[in-house]
């Protein structure tokens, strides 16, 4: 069975400056997508961004980036220019390509300071 | 932008209870998640379906049903509710697909005194 693991149950990070959350994962799949999503104090979950397993190019989108380790299994979000409003819970998500569910880590709580 | 509607925000029921949790979106996805979340524990996949009158199990499917009459909706059963089933519920949907997100309702906040 697949395992994310997020080491961190809580994050702090000053406004302005970058922190990154960290990920593993356990699979013995090959094709597999990896997911970052954020549910601020409000309660919806939203997704963050998104990793294909079978590309080399690690995701961006604006302020946020990834680490992907394939061989390693690694998964890490970076927040640049960290914000208020990026307080949130983050979870990180498998899903392997066949499936149509994901598996979730326990989430880390991130405080940005002002 | 999907919709996906919890019923509830906050329910509050007794032990031994028929609970119904209902989920509707908009968006016509073919699969629809329920999750419950809990401290320390992040999302745990209840049930999920993949089609009007499909169902699967997830990791933890003991003490639920589900039931998915129209494609929109997707509902949780708890039927006989009990305090160990006090917390949130999340319920999403996705489209069929490679790299298709899952989108998220507002979640339920269910307590069984």
């Known amino acids: 069975a697949q395992t994310v693991t997020q080491s961190q149950p809580e994050m702090s990070v000053q406004e302005a400056e970058t922190v990154t959350l960290s990920c593993t994962y356990d699979?013995?799949?090959?094709?597999?997508?990896l997911f970052w999503y954020k549910q601020p104090p409000s309660r919806q979950m939203i997704l963050v961004i998104r990793?294909?397993?079978?590309?080399?190019q690690n995701a961006t989108e604006n302020r946020f980036s990834v680490n992907f380790q394939k061989a390693a299994k690694s998964f890490s979000l970076k927040i640049s220019d960290s914000q208020l409003g990026d307080a949130a819970m983050y979870f990180c998500a498998y899903r392997a390509g066949s499936a149509r569910q994901l598996t979730f880590g326990s989430g880390t709580q991130l405080t940005v300071l002002p | 932008d999907v919709k996906v509607t919890q019923s509830s925000r906050y329910l509050v029921k007794r032990t031994g209870e028929k609970v119904f949790l209902e989920c509707v979106q908009d968006?016509?996805?073919?699969?629809m998640f329920w999750y419950r979340q809990d401290p320390g524990l992040g999302l745990r996949l209840i049930y999920f379906s993949y089609d009007v009158k499909m169902k699967e199990k997830g990791d933890i499917p003991e003490g639920y049903s589900v039931s998915r009459e129209k494609k929109e909706r997707f509902s949780l059963i708890l039927e006989s509710a009990s305090t160990n089933q006090t917390s949130m519920y999340l319920c999403a949907s996705s489209r069929t697909g490679q790299n298709q997100p899952q989108h998220f309702g507002d979640g339920t906040r269910l307590s069984i005194l």
């Open positions: 699979t013995s799949e090959s094709d597999y997508y």
């Open positions: 968006m016509d996805h073919e699969n």
């Open positions: 990793q294909e397993a079978y590309k080399q």
